[in-house]
Nanobody
Framework: QVQLVESGGGLVQAGGSLRLSCVASGSSLSRYTMGWYLQAPGKERELVATITSGGTTNYAGSAKGRFTISRDNAQSTVYLQMNSLKTEDPPVYSC????????????WGQGTQVTVSS
């Protein structure tokens, strides 16, 4: 069973930066696509960025130019570097791992809170 644990959230001023980390345990995630998703209160989770096992990245429009996703397979960790944070950026960021291999496998972390103050 895979477990994903996010960290790195906190309070930051508008215009500031944070780096989120998601560490996987229980299995190697080197073959998985990893992603970060955001969630605003009362809304569905939305994609921020994904990174494939080969390192190909994809970003949602709001993240382009501000956020960077990366991974360290040896450390079973995926990162999200967030720059130029805005007060309107949604507060909860969750990590996801998924893989199509003899069926669909998907795991989620519990999320980490990001608060941007003005």
């Amino acid at each position: 069973q895979v477990q994903l644990v996010e960290s790195g959230g906190g309070l930051v001023q508008a215009g500031g930066s944070l780096r989120l980390s998601c560490v996987a345990s229980g299995s190697s995630l080197s073959r998985y696509t990893m992603g970060w998703y955001l969630q605003a209160p009362g809304k569905e989770r939305e994609l921020v960025a994904t990174i494939t096992s080969g390192g190909t990245t994809n970003y949602a429009g709001s993240a382009k130019g501000r956020f960077t996703i990366s991974r360290d397979n040896a450390q079973s960790t995926v990162y999200l570097q967030m720059n130029s944070l805005k007060t309107e950026d949604p507060p909860v960021y969750s990590c996801r791992a998924y893989l199509w291999e003899a069926g669909f496998r998907e795991y989620w972390g519990q999320g980490t809170q990001v608060t941007v103050s003005s």
